[in-house]
Every structure is written in structure tokens, then in C-alpha cells.
T-cell receptor, first 115, second 115 residues
Framework: EPEVTQTPSHQVTQMGQEVILRCVPISNHLYFYWYRQILGQKVEFLVSFYNNEISEKSEIFDDQFSVERPDGSNFTLKIRSTKLEDSAMYFC?????????????FGPGTRLTVL | GNSVTQMEGPVTLSEEAFLTINCTYTATGYPSLFWYVQYPGEGLQLLLKATKADDKGSNKGFEATYRKETTSFHLEKGSVQVSDSAVYFCALSDLPSFGNEKLTFGTGTRLTIIP
């Protein structure tokens, strides 16, 4: 069964460093998302992406964040200068083209720890 | 804005017990409602969904009914198994906007089933 994959599973970085989190969505999907979950808190929407541009972004998704689909398979989230409060689990999701409310399929997540 | 409130966890039950995990929501329109499940070490998986009032979503013995009058979507299962141990997330999506199915999640409820 097709699945969303994410790498790495755990990333440790120093404050101020850039990190890139990688996702491979399901191959025929067209819509891509990033969410994050700070430990003990809710899963929060960050950004949605379609047709090579951002569809919507939350207020969390400030200028330090960017997303890219550099080729036909990868979908990346970059944090330019990490802060302690960026420590969280980051989930990638994708969905297909099925009219109303297609299911979003999630990856296993990348745990980001900023020291 | 939209929000989801879930029953506080963790919840511990004996095998074959009846399960209810409460979920209520606040939304301005007519959202679609979801339950996602996260097994240890895995991503979020869609468990069931309902797209309009009085719809019942069901899967793997779990059920939830979209109750507009009480703005609720409680998850139930008649007889739980050890394999149901996981974290359960209630979520809603905004009015269907093609390609922009942002999900709003609750905090998650950790369920542990004891043999």
C-alpha cells in the first residue's frame, strides 16, 4: 500500500542552524501539507501546497519557514534559523484529487530537537 | 476560529471493555469530522470520517456520529482489544475548499488496553 515517508526520523540541531525536513508523498497525490506537534500540545497546521505554490499558511509559518517541491517526488520543509520553540514532531501529509474532502495521508513524522 | 476539544487522557481499559472518547468542536460553517489514530512509531492514520450532520463513520469496530445539535463526534467501540492501544485524534476540516483541506486537531487521547 502506498505511504508517505519522512526523513530523518529524528533530527538534532543547534539553535540558529538551518534544517531541512524531507517528505516523499504518495506518488499520484497533488496536495501536500506540513503539520507540527509540540510535545503535549495539539497537532497544528503549518502550510498547504498545490501546483507548486503555497495554498494557505498559518501564522506559525513565518519567514523562517519555506517549502519546496524540488523534483517530482520530494516535498521539503526548511527552517532557516531554528529556535528552541521549533522543537516538535513535524508531520507531512498528502492527498489526491477526489472532489470534496479527500483523505489526507500522513507520514510517521520527524522529531526535531533544537538545543 | 475552528477548534476541537477532546477528552483528556490517558485512558486505560481492560480488554473487551466499552470505549468512549469524547470530542466536541467549534466551527463557523459545516465542517467534515475525522478520527485519526497513531500507533506507536507510526504516522497518523485515518480511522473514520463523517461529512455531514447525522452521518455515522465506522471502521474496525469503531463508530462516531456527527451530531450538529451538540457539536460532537464521540468515538465509541463496543469491545476493545489490546491492539487498539494508540493515540486517537479528533479533527475537523474547514468548509471544503478544493485543494485546501486544512485539518484542525484536538490534543489526542492516549488509550491503553490491558489484557
Amino acid at each position: 500500500e502506498p505511504e508517505v515517508t519522512q526523513t530523518p526520523s529524528h533530527q538534532v540541531t543547534q539553535m540558529g542552524q538551518e534544517v531541512i525536513l524531507r517528505c516523499v508523498p504518495i506518488s499520484n497525490h497533488l496536495y501536500f501539507y506540513w503539520y507540527r506537534q509540540i510535545l503535549g500540545q495539539k497537532v497544528e497546521f503549518l502550510v498547504s501546497f498545490y501546483n507548486n505554490e503555497i495554498s494557505e499558511k498559518s501564522e506559525i509559518f513565518d519567514d523562517q519557514f519555506s517549502v519546496e517541491r524540488p523534483d517530482g517526488s520530494n516535498f521539503t520543509l526548511k527552517i532557516r534559523s531554528t529556535k528552541l520553540e521549533d522543537s516538535a514532531m513535524y508531520f507531512c501529509a498528502s492527498s489526491g484529487l477526489a472532489g470534496i474532502t479527500d483523505t489526507q495521508y500522513f507520514g510517521p513524522g520527524t522529531r526535531l530537537t533544537v538545543l | 476560529g475552528n477548534s476541537v476539544t477532546q477528552m483528556e487522557g490517558p485512558v486505560t481499559l481492560s480488554e473487551e471493555a466499552f470505549l468512549t472518547i469524547n470530542c466536541t468542536y467549534t466551527a463557523t460553517g459545516y465542517p467534515s469530522l475525522f478520527w485519526y489514530v497513531q500507533y506507536p512509531g507510526e504516522g497518523l492514520q485515518l480511522l473514520l470520517k463523517a461529512t455531514k450532520a447525522d452521518d455515522k463513520g465506522s471502521n474496525k469496530g469503531f463508530e462516531a456520529t456527527y451530531r450538529k445539535e451538540t457539536t460532537s463526534f464521540h468515538l465509541e467501540k463496543g469491545s476493545v482489544q489490546v491492539s487498539d492501544s494508540a493515540v486517537y485524534f479528533c479533527a475537523l476540516s474547514d468548509l471544503p475548499s478544493f485543494g485546501n483541506e486544512k485539518l484542525t486537531f484536538g490534543t489526542g487521547t492516549r488509550l491503553t488496553i490491558i489484557p
